[in-house]
């Protein structure tokens, strides 16, 4: 159910018990994670809309993002940036391969290990994306300031790291 029809369920709630009033959330409003969780539906919502034109989601955009920024980058990398269990990026891996957006290559700097890359396609679709990421992530923040915007982010990923 997206924002809108939530709002007009809850309101259709509110007026058949006789409450017209918004629920006190100031408890829930004092917390990061209720907040974090809010603001991440918000822009997760209109991210997934926009990503599916790609064949995306969230973490192959991540991966093929960390990909076009870091080529011949390892497995075992990617799984620590993103907090991604080994199997789970087996399987995503093997995905992207099959749709011809990666291809593995020896290491350059360690003989023992995998790196891979982006294939032209990858590229191609990882740089449309982003843009289109970027400019999905203007809108969700318009009401900020540059300057608040990047307080945002640093403050949350003070939260995480």
Known sequence: MTAAPRKKAASAIATQTGRSERLDTRML???VGYNARRAWLAVSTVFAE???AYGLKQVDFSVL???AHNP???SRQLCATLDILPP???SLISTMDSRGLI???PHPYDGRAIGLYLTPAGEALVREAERTVVELENEASERLTARERETLIRLLQK???
């Open 29 to 31: 409003e004092s917390l």
């Open 50 to 52: 926009r990503m599916t």
């Open 65 to 67: 993002s960390l990909l």
């Open 72 to 74: 011949g980058a390892t």
């Open 88 to 90: 789970n990026l087996v």
């Open 103 to 105: 291809e593995r290559r």
């Open 159 to 161: 939260v995480y790291r």
